[in-house]
């Protein structure tokens, strides 16, 4: 498994969350160990992404301070810095072609963001020129959007984005699905069961509602150039940008 590490100014933050629950459930295996004692009736014990009390232990995943990732053949892994702060704001996973985007924040302990963040992403996108489609996706009520795009030649298109929020127990994660994924159901299968098995660690601080969770490089992962590295370390690659279509206000 491959990191990279990109640029991306504060204006260029994606800014997105949760989702409504949903009908079908896949099998507890397909989403991870659980621990027991969790609440009943929540989409996620069986769905996934997971909080950091619902699994048994943390060992085998990629450490990205919020977020857990469970390592998968093929898989590359890129941290969207800030320019400004020079923060990691996000982590975007490549697999086979496609992209996923993720981000995790804080959120109100007794209600989801999901809804008001739809309705915040079809504004933008329309803003932009672009459409957005409500979907039954996956996990939960989820959008597509479609931005127009113009090549060097004057060649007219778009760009395509699906989006995937899922709320916690505090918190929000945020999923976009770029390239051939983001309209082919088949083709994102592999970035899907990615995201129904990461675990979110929100931590006791308080935190206000939207604010980003800290997210950083793995412990064990060494910058280019780095010599004296261990030979297992990630390696670091200059990546290109993730999917982003929206903004953190």
């Known amino acids: 498994m491959l990191f990279g590490r990109g640029k991306k100014s504060k204006a260029e933050q994606p800014e997105d969350k949760d989702t409504e629950q949903a009908n079908a459930a896949t099998s507890r295996g397909d989403a991870g160990t659980v621990a027991s004692g969790t609440a009943k009736g929540d989409f996620r014990l069986s769905k996934g992404p997971f909080d950091a009390s619902e ?16 390592p998968s053949e093929g898989l590359q892994l890129r941290l969207e810095v800030e320019e400004a702060t020079q923060r990691v704001v996000a982590v975007t996973m490549d697999l086979d072609g496609s992209s ?10 007794s209600e989801g963001l999901w809804d008001e963040i739809r309705e915040q992403i079809g504004q933008s996108v329309s803003s932009q020129g672009g459409e957005v489609e409500e979907i039954a996706g996956t996990f939960g009520t989820e959008l597509v ?14 760009r395509a984005a699906r ?11 945020r999923g976009v699905i770029g390239g051939q994924a983001a309209l082919d159901r088949d ?3 592999g ?13 006791d601080n308080p935190m206000p509602p ?8 793995p412990k064990d992962a060494a910058a280019p150039g ?12 200059r990546p290109e940008r993730g999917p982003e279509i929206t903004q953190i206000g």
């Open 145 to 158: 959007a479609k931005l127009p795009t113009e090549s060097a030649d004057g060649g007219r298109g778009f």
């Open 191 to 203: 970035l899907e069961n990615l995201f129904r098995k990461v675990v979110v660690i929100r931590g």
């Open 55 to 70: 699994i048994e232990s943390q060992e085998g995943y990629v450490d990205l301070g919020a977020l857990l990732i469970e």
């Open 226 to 237: 780095h010599h004296g590295a261990p030979q297992e370390a990630p390696e670091l690659q």
């Open 187 to 189: 083709a994102a299968e």
């Open 163 to 173: 989006f995937m929020g899922v709320d916690g127990p505090r918190w929000f994660l």
């Open 100 to 109: 996923l985007q993720l981000q995790a924040f804080a959120a109100p302990r």
């Open 210 to 217: 939207r604010e980003l969770l800290q997210l950083r490089l």
